[in-house]
């Protein structure tokens, strides 16, 4: 997980129908306090086509180089993904296992700064309304709240600390460097066997890539390079091969390059702009 840098102002969807769309649901709060605090209320229900509209998601998506906030996955060639809520909209869970209790964080469900783009494996399957708190009793349970002294646990990728600080990766497993981090990796999944696999497939190729843009700085012995000829099938081709190289390095930790949390963390000498 590495910094996600939103673009402001908001996606101007948001302005024209989130103020208005957010005193709805607080009217309807206020309307029946007892009622609103069971989870998943449908008076509390924040509208789709407000915070999902495709002018929105297209910006998150675009903010987050097309990747997932939390596994810096980049999956939107396969499936659409979601306009994921930070903090849950519909209720929460403190632990994992532990009872979804309402209300949600229903007005800040169109609130520009509690949207992320995630793909479903994070957001639906993993994290759904996990959102722990260091003090569960601090937790802000309306709009009347501030959220000024609410600690979470989960790690904002847009906001807070900078995700690296908290949170990096031994090889291909993610690794909490604090409660916040530990708490991210086992919330979100990002230990799951199918993204450890993939993750070590990357790695291995930025190894590959890494080694093959530096082989010629390291004066390799001519017998090194004959044995790299007869693995790439001739000169030509292990030289093509080695361009190419040269020309990903710069790319291989970027903020777009796919896990680049994961690379940094791995190689921390490669350039990040
Ligand atoms: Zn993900």
Not at 21 to 48: F, I, M, N, S, W
Not at 59 to 81: V, W
Request: aromatic share 8%; net charge positive; glycine share 6%.
């Amino acid at each position: 997980m590495i910094r996600v840098l939103k673009s402001q102002p908001p996606p101007q969807w948001l302005q024209l129908h989130g103020p208005a769309g957010r005193a709805v649901l607080e009217a309807a709060y206020d309307a029946d306090t007892t009622l609103c605090q069971h989870a998943g209320t449908p008076a509390l229900k924040p509208l789709r086509r407000i915070f999902a509209h495709t002018t929105v998601k297209t910006q998150l998506r675009a903010d987050q180089h097309r990747k997932c906030a939390y596994c810096e996955t980049k999956f939107s060639h396969s499936s659409p993904g979601d306009v994921e809520h930070y903090r849950p909209k519909a209720g929460y869970q403190q632990d994992q296992n532990g009872p979804v209790l309402g209300p949600g964080y229903y007005w800040l469900g169109y609130d520009w700064s509690n949207l992320l783009f995630a793909c479903e494996q994070c957001n639906r399957v993993c994290k759904r309304n996990q959102f722990p708190l260091r003090q569960p009793a601090a937790r802000v349970r309306n709009h009347h709240q501030t959220l000024q002294h609410e600690a979470p646990l989960l790690l904002n990728p847009a906001t807070g600390p900078d995700p690296e600080t908290q949170l990096t990766f031994n090889f291909e497993t993610a690794v909490g460097l604090s409660d916040e981090g530990e708490t991210t990796w086992r919330v979100c999944g990002l230990n799951r066997p199918d993204l450890l696999e993939a993750r070590r497939d990357y790695l291995e190729m930025v190894q590959d890539q890494i080694f093959l843009a530096t082989i010629l700085a390291a004066n390799p012995p001519v017998m090194d390079l004959q044995v790299l000829v007869a693995l790439y099938g001739s000169l030509e081709k292990l030289s093509e091969k080695i361009s190419a190289a040269q020309l990903n390095y710069a790319k291989l930790a970027k903020a777009n390059a796919p896990f680049a949390g994961m690379v940094r963390a791995n190689f921390p000498h490669l350039p990040r702009i």
